[in-house]
């Protein structure tokens, strides 16, 4: 970010420069207001920092001729008066701020820092790219909570791409906002240090073309978020689930961030519904009138209050101050009086909410539903572990329903909008005659969902009885929350990934069978890709990355078994499940297959149910495998 | 789907900072802010937006009325509306679906769920 000074104390020149170059920004300064203006008028600057008094011409001028010259870049002025009247005509000239010396040379940077940020897309004190994080007013920078130690020109080069992160950034434009008018620096250098920034980049993690090249055009941060998909409902897969955890954490450190600036306005507003308040129950004792009625003016602007901090109070996760802020608002709604009974405490009101507020120096996790987090159904009637459990499902991005009896979950299950995605049903001792009446009724509503169900009775009979009824998970009643968690967890991401298509990639020479297959397949919810050439298989292979291959022993050139021998040779792929179906029914052949790595031998014919069976089989045991 | 453009028009500084800051983080979209419903549309007729998320309660110009303006406008009266507020009541929402917004979302919210909430809300 490249700044002019204009200043004719060169001592003061001298102070501020070497503070700006502290922060990363690029510093041009000159003493005069002619010169000032000329290297405005032939310079691109992100921000102008003016004198008031200036020789030949003075900031003032300056300011009102820059922006008769359409200049929109914003100007920040600094000067001696400390006068209403100078700092309009400062503000009325065109100037975007205004500081009085002598300046605390902090606020000064402050200052600086807020006026770039007003003027770039990126108006967030913290920038944030994904996992990359940069702090302007501390200058760090972290990748995935790991700091990066940046070069000066570093920085500034990734704070420029994060201030603009649409725009793609010739070498031009970079050698202009970087580097002040009295270095030289040529394209190379640009090209050096985006290879030097890259290359730090990737060794804490980051894609190696998180910073990208448009070729011919200059230097972009590439998005790194698959988009937000229309279909919001599909369940979170592992990858997505830590990508979620991820983004609640940085999204829980920006609400603490704005909170600390925010809460004392807060405050204020409060203190201003304390004083109406206290004004009208003065009156109303002075005139020993019973009924406090507000003015519509007041009553209108005090429910204004109480509405406004209820959203904002209630998105900081401050449920208690939000729950306040409701009642307020609702005993000061402009279309009813207020209550007799609600005047006395309406000062509580306010004070509890002061408290709260007060009391409040970290936001934890919003506690309100998140709209489109899963939910998971949890009865337990054990408070404490109800609770442990629900805020280990959030921090894992699920959000736990719980209920104490199973006759409360019905009825939530009865008008809930969305289905959830799993039930923990957590008993006293033993497994009631109800308890396994709503099991069996939850997986005959839901058959694809986990369920586990946690009992202090661990026996066979027991557990008869549960799988009888659909459980997926019996957990015994010692388990802590985060193992209870970690187990149903597991179960979901196993349903997500079944839920997702499975690509099943089909080798063979048969016309037919490469005809019929697919579409069976496809009815059973695989995805289904073929190919009747086998010296295309390792192109094909390595393009569509299936997550199933189903090979014909007999092709023409290269057989079957050649082929699974050229996959098992291969590190990446000797995890990926392998089925033959052939006309070869005899032993010898099925033992060469299992020999060369195969993981099921099947004999054609086969009907698809048969192989959608053997095929989903293979992939539940290769994810208890990987686990 | 293509980087959407959507503002916000919201009073409340904090508002804007956490709409901003969950549709950026969760769907890079682009967003821009306004503090006011004069403000919110002249941006809107300046700006090429895919949507607006628009505060109910605002002093002076409230959401409703903003809306009202946005329509008269032919620059702005195809962009898409969702109103943002503190209220839920089954009457005001019937009220908001009765002039035309496209939808409400409710605070408080989870702004990292917003880019989904206004997906499905706008059938994107």
């Given at each position: 970010?490249?700044?002019?000074?204009?200043?004719?104390?060169?001592?003061?020149?001298?102070?501020?420069?070497?503070?700006?170059?502290?922060?990363?920004?690029?510093?041009?300064?000159?003493?005069?207001?002619?010169?000032?203006?000329?290297?405005?008028?032939?310079?691109?600057?992100?921000?102008?920092?003016?004198?008031?008094?200036?020789?030949?011409?003075?900031?003032?001028?300056?300011?009102?001729?820059?922006?008769?010259?359409?200049?929109?870049?914003?100007?920040?002025?600094?000067?001696?008066?400390?006068?209403?009247?100078?700092?309009?005509?400062?503000?009325?000239?065109?100037?975007?701020?205004?500081?009085?010396?002598?300046?605390?040379?902090?606020?000064?940077?402050?200052?600086?820092?807020?006026?770039?940020?007003?003027?770039?897309?990126?108006?967030?004190?913290?920038?944030?790219?994904?996992?990359?994080?940069?702090?302007?007013?501390?200058?760090?920078?972290?990748?995935?909570?790991?700091?990066?130690?940046?070069?000066?020109?570093?920085y500034a080069l990734l704070e420029l791409l994060l201030r603009?992160?649409?725009?793609?950034?010739?070498?031009?434009?970079?050698?202009?906002?970087?580097?002040?008018?009295?270095?030289?620096?040529?394209?190379?250098?640009?090209?050096?240090?985006?290879?030097?920034?890259?290359?730090?980049?990737?060794?804490?993690?980051?894609?190696?073309?998180?910073?990208?090249?448009?070729?011919?055009?200059?230097?972009?941060?590439?998005?790194?978020?698959?988009?937000?998909?229309?279909?919001?409902?599909?369940?979170?897969?592992?990858?997505?689930?830590?990508?979620?955890?991820?983004?609640?954490?940085?999204?829980?450190?920006?609400?603490?961030?704005?909170?600390?600036?925010?809460?004392?306005?807060?405050?204020?507003?409060?203190?201003?519904?304390?004083?109406?308040?206290?004004?009208?129950?003065?009156?109303?004792?002075?005139?020993?009138?019973?009924?406090?009625?507000?003015?519509?003016?007041?009553?209108?602007?005090?429910?204004?209050?109480?509405?406004?901090?209820?959203?904002?109070?209630?998105?900081?996760?401050?449920?208690?101050?939000?729950?306040?802020?409701?009642?307020?608002?609702?005993?000061?709604?402009?279309?009813?009086?207020?209550?007799?009974?609600?005047?006395?405490?309406?000062?509580?009101?306010?004070?509890?909410?002061?408290?709260?507020?007060?009391?409040?120096?970290?936001?934890?996790?919003?506690?309100?539903?998140?709209?489109?987090?899963?939910?998971?159904?949890?009865?337990?009637?054990?408070?404490?572990?109800?609770?442990?459990?629900?805020?280990?499902?959030?921090?894992?991005?699920?959000?736990?329903?719980?209920?104490?009896?199973?006759?409360?979950?019905?009825?939530?299950?009865?008008?809930?909008?969305?289905?959830?995605?799993?039930?923990?049903?957590?008993?006293?001792?033993?497994?009631?005659?109800?308890?396994?009446?709503?099991?069996?009724?939850?997986?005959?509503?839901?058959?694809?969902?986990?369920?586990?169900?946690?009992?202090?009775?661990?026996?066979?009979?027991?557990?008869?009885?549960?799988?009888?009824?659909?459980?997926?998970?019996?957990?015994?009643?010692?388990?802590?929350?985060?193992?209870?968690?970690?187990?149903?967890?597991?179960?979901?991401?196993?349903?997500?990934?079944?839920?997702?298509?499975?690509?099943?990639?089909?080798?063979?020479?048969?016309?037919?069978?490469?005809?019929?297959?697919?579409?069976?397949?496809?009815?059973?919810?695989?995805?289904?890709?073929?190919?009747?050439?086998?010296?295309?298989?390792?192109?094909?292979?390595?393009?569509?990355?299936?997550?199933?291959?189903?090979?014909?022993?007999?092709?023409?050139?290269?057989?079957?078994?050649?082929?699974?021998?050229?996959?098992?040779?291969?590190?990446?792929?000797?995890?990926?499940?392998?089925?033959?179906?052939?006309?070869?029914?005899?032993?010898?052949?099925?033992?060469?297959?299992?020999?060369?790595?195969?993981?099921?031998?099947?004999?054609?014919?086969?009907?698809?149910?048969?192989?959608?069976?053997?095929?989903?089989?293979?992939?539940?045991?290769?994810?208890?495998?990987?686990? | 789907?293509?980087?959407?453009?959507?503002?916000?028009?919201?009073?409340?500084?904090?508002?804007?900072?956490?709409?901003?800051?969950?549709?950026?983080?969760?769907?890079?979209?682009?967003?821009?802010?306004?503090?006011?419903?004069?403000?919110?549309?002249?941006?809107a007729q300046s700006s090429q937006l895919d949507a607006i998320?628009?505060?109910?309660?605002?002093?002076?110009?409230?959401?409703?009325?903003?809306?009202?303006?946005?329509?008269?406008?032919?620059?702005?009266?195809?962009?898409?509306?969702?109103?943002?507020?503190?209220?839920?009541?089954?009457?005001?929402?019937?009220?908001?679906?009765?002039?035309?917004?496209?939808?409400?979302?409710?605070?408080?919210?989870?702004?990292?769920?917003?880019?989904?909430?206004?997906?499905?809300?706008?059938?994107?």
């Amino acid at each position: 970010m490249r700044i002019l000074l204009v200043e004719d104390d060169e001592a003061l020149i001298k102070v501020l420069t070497r503070r700006l170059v502290e922060h990363h920004y690029a510093v041009d300064a000159v003493t005069d207001g002619v010169a000032a203006w000329e290297y405005a008028s032939t310079y691109e600057y992100e921000l102008l920092v003016l004198d008031v008094v200036l020789p030949k011409l003075d900031g003032i001028s300056l300011c009102q001729r820059l922006r008769a010259a359409e200049c929109t870049t914003p100007i920040l002025l600094l000067t001696g008066q400390d006068t209403s009247v100078a700092k309009i005509m400062g503000l009325d000239a065109g100037a975007d701020d205004y500081v009085v010396k002598p300046f605390d040379e902090a606020e000064l940077i402050a200052r600086i820092r807020a006026l770039l940020r007003r003027s770039s897309t990126n108006p967030l004190p913290v920038l944030t790219w994904g996992e990359l994080w940069l702090n302007p007013s501390t200058c760090e920078v972290t990748y995935a909570d790991e700091p990066l130690t940046l070069t000066a020109k570093e920085y500034a080069l990734l704070e420029l791409l994060l201030r603009e992160s649409q725009h793609v950034f010739s070498n031009e434009e970079i050698l202009e906002s970087l580097w002040s008018s009295e270095e030289f620096p040529v394209d190379a250098t640009v090209r050096s240090h985006i290879r030097r920034l890259r290359h730090k980049l990737t060794a804490v993690g980051a894609p190696p073309d998180l910073i990208a090249t448009a070729h011919g055009r200059g230097y972009y941060l590439k998005p790194l978020f698959p988009e937000v998909s229309s279909q919001g409902d599909r369940p979170l897969g592992g990858s997505d689930l830590e990508h979620r955890q991820h983004q609640q954490t940085q999204y829980l450190e920006f609400l603490n961030q704005t909170w600390v600036t925010t809460k004392e306005k807060y405050l204020q507003q409060l203190r201003e519904l304390q004083e109406a308040i206290s004004r009208r129950l003065d009156a109303t004792r002075i005139a020993s009138v019973g009924n406090a009625c507000f003015n519509p003016q007041q009553q209108d602007a005090a429910y204004r209050i109480a509405h406004t901090l209820a959203g904002t109070l209630g998105t900081f996760g401050l449920s208690e101050a939000m729950r306040l802020c409701r009642e307020l608002e609702q005993w000061l709604h402009p279309d009813v009086s207020l209550l007799p009974q609600h005047v006395p405490h309406l000062e509580d009101k306010v004070n509890a909410l002061q408290r709260q507020i007060e009391l409040t120096s970290t936001i934890q996790l919003p506690e309100q539903p998140s709209t489109t987090a899963p939910r998971l159904l949890v009865v337990d009637c054990d408070q404490a572990f109800a609770n442990a459990l629900k805020v280990i499902a959030s921090q894992q991005s699920f959000y736990a329903e719980i209920f104490p009896t199973i006759s409360n979950a019905q009825d939530w299950l009865d008008n809930c909008p969305q289905p959830p995605v799993g039930l923990i049903l957590r008993l006293l001792d033993t497994v009631s005659t109800a308890a396994l009446q709503f099991l069996q009724q939850f997986h005959q509503d839901y058959p694809t969902l986990p369920t586990a169900i946690i009992s202090s009775q661990d026996d066979l009979s027991e557990r008869l009885e549960v799988v009888r009824r659909g459980g997926t998970c019996f957990l015994p009643k010692a388990l802590t929350p985060e193992q209870v968690m970690r187990a149903i967890a597991q179960q979901i991401q196993e349903t997500s990934g079944q839920q997702q298509r499975t690509r099943v990639m089909l080798v063979d020479d048969d016309p037919i069978l490469l005809r019929i297959l697919p579409t069976q397949l496809e009815s059973w919810g695989f995805e289904v890709l073929t190919l009747n050439d086998p010296l295309q298989f390792w192109n094909v292979l390595e393009a569509i990355h299936p997550d199933v291959l189903v090979l014909d022993v007999q092709m023409p050139q290269v057989n079957g078994l050649e082929l699974c021998q050229v996959l098992r040779s291969d590190p990446h792929w000797q995890q990926l499940p392998v089925l033959f179906l052939s006309i070869f029914a005899d032993a010898r052949t099925q033992n060469q297959a299992f020999a060369v790595g195969a993981d099921d031998y099947l004999c054609k014919p086969i009907a698809g149910i048969d192989l959608a069976n053997r095929i989903r089989d293979r992939l539940q045991r290769v994810r208890v495998w990987t686990r | 789907m293509s980087i959407k453009r959507v503002l916000i028009i919201d009073d409340e500084e904090a508002i804007q900072k956490v709409v901003q800051f969950g549709l950026q983080m969760a769907a890079n979209w682009e967003v821009l802010t306004a503090s006011s419903g004069p403000e919110g549309i002249v941006k809107a007729q300046s700006s090429q937006l895919d949507a607006i998320l628009l505060d109910v309660m605002m002093p002076e110009m409230d959401g409703l009325a903003t809306f009202r303006e946005l329509q008269l406008h032919p620059d702005t009266q195809s962009i898409p509306v969702i109103f943002l507020t503190a209220k839920a009541q089954a009457a005001e929402k019937r009220l908001f679906n009765d002039v035309g917004v496209n939808g409400v979302i409710t605070k408080p919210f989870n702004s990292l769920d917003l880019p989904e909430q206004i997906v499905k809300i706008l059938n994107w």
